[in-house]
């Protein structure tokens, strides 16, 4: 079983829409989730990270984090064709020191 | 301006010639880490650094070497490179460990091709 599992997708949503974007992890001990964003042949962008119970907003991005469940989202309002790419999940391991990541979802934003 | 540096961007190579894949960061971070990325099998990590001297292995790190010399630099060689570490490689750097929520900040890529 992969540490976090992510829907590779391609997800697609219409501008203005809401984009949910969904993660679970195996790790009950995992302590931070992040979202990074990945546009094709660049480098990942940390969007946000969260590591308590509940929702965290930043501007048109909401993470949210559900420990019992094991299952991290992030949502995207009113989605800009400027925010296809691709989104990893990531998470610590218990120690701390040790960080994995999902293989990804693919968002594409339709005009 | 801060930033994680990565040299080369895209690098050629012949099986068994040794090669280094240099990176750079200016923010004083702690940890720092290589990871490889290939298709459908996502980001990998190869090594990690804790600090100065202080090193670990990651999911991926047969075949690779790295050191830490300085807080600054981290890296990576490849002492014999095989067609298999064909692959895009990642340098990230952190404040701190990655557990107290410091996420990594990475370079920008160094797309490797073993021949």
């Known amino acids: 079983q992969k540490e976090v599992e992510q829907n590779s997708g391609p997800l697609s949503v219409p501008e203005g829409a809401i984009a949910s974007l969904n993660c679970t992890y195996s790790?009950?001990?995992?302590?931070?989730f992040f979202w990074y964003r990945q546009y094709s042949g660049k480098s990942p962008e940390l969007i946000m990270s969260i590591y308590s119970n509940g929702d965290k907003e930043d501007g048109r991005f909401t993470a949210q984090l559900n420990k019992a469940s094991q299952y991290v989202s992030l949502l995207i309002r009113d989605s800009q064709p400027s925010d296809s790419a691709t989104y990893l999940c990531?998470?610590?391991?218990?120690?701390?020191?040790?960080?994995?990541f999902g293989t990804g979802t693919s968002l594409t934003v339709i005009p | 301006e801060a930033q994680v540096t990565q040299n080369p961007r895209y690098l050629i190579t012949v099986t068994g010639k040794k090669l280094t894949v240099t990176c750079s960061q200016n923010?004083?971070?702690?940890?720092m880490s290589w990871y490889r990325q290939d298709p459908g099998l996502g980001l990998r990590q190869i090594y990690y650094?804790?600090?100065?001297?202080?090193?670990d292995k990651g999911d991926v790190p047969e075949g690779y070497k790295v050191s830490r010399k300085e807080k600054r630099n981290f890296p990576l060689i490849l002492e014999s490179p095989s067609p298999n570490q064909t692959s895009l490689y990642f340098c990230a750097s952190s404040l701190t460990r990655v557990g107290a929520g410091y996420g990594y900040t990475f370079g920008s890529g160094t797309r490797l091709t073993v021949v």
């Open positions: 990531a998470g610590t391991r218990n120690t701390g020191n040790q960080f994995y």
């Open positions: 923010m004083n971070h702690e940890y």
């Open positions: 650094s804790m600090n100065v001297e202080v090193t």
């Open positions: 790790d009950r001990g995992s302590q931070s």
